[in-house]
């Protein structure tokens, strides 16, 4: 896969969300991190908190929007999330708006880029090899909670 070229904001973006999934890790929840730029400017960053907080809806890009705060406009942002978006996080991009998202990667979660593409979004895969290697280690060794955080039961 071609990695595609980030500009500066991009990095500066990806790597905040990177660090929020490692702090999530260390916290000993979901190691996914998002961040929402709005050109060079952080708008605010948050990382999956369904463990640490009991709250079935603190996906990590619901949880860097909640830090976000409420704003009349998305227009011109930039989500950042280190794990492709599952079907909440997707409904949220597209309910505000949010014309852009850049995905660390989709190897052990394909998540709804389609859906997202679909709707107009501009989504860039950046396929990073840390994140795919953090997330993987982190489903081989909580295969239970991941598959809760996911929505599979087990009994199926």
Known sequence: M??????????AGYA???????????????????????GGTR????????VQNGDPTSHG????????GRRASYAGTT?????????LCSGA?????IPR????????????????????VEVVLIDDAEATAIMG????ENPSLWNEDIGVDEGD
């Open 16 to 38: 905040l969300a990177l660090e929020e999934a490692l702090l999530g890790a260390a916290e000993g929840g979901v190691p996914i991190g998002s961040s929402l730029f709005e």
């Open 61 to 68: 890009e619901i949880d860097c929007l909640r830090n976000v």
């Open 101 to 120: 998202v850049v995905v660390g990667e989709n190897r052990n979660f394909d998540g709804e880029l389609d859906l997202l593409r679909d709707r107009g």
């Open 2 to 11: 071609n990695q595609p070229e980030l500009d500066e904001h991009d990095r």
């Open 43 to 50: 708008l605010g960053s948050g990382h999956n908190r369904r």
């Open 79 to 87: 989500l950042y999330s280190t794990l492709a978006p599952c079907a």
């Open 137 to 140: 280690q982190f489903i081989a």
């Open 93 to 97: 991009i597209i309910l505000f708006g």
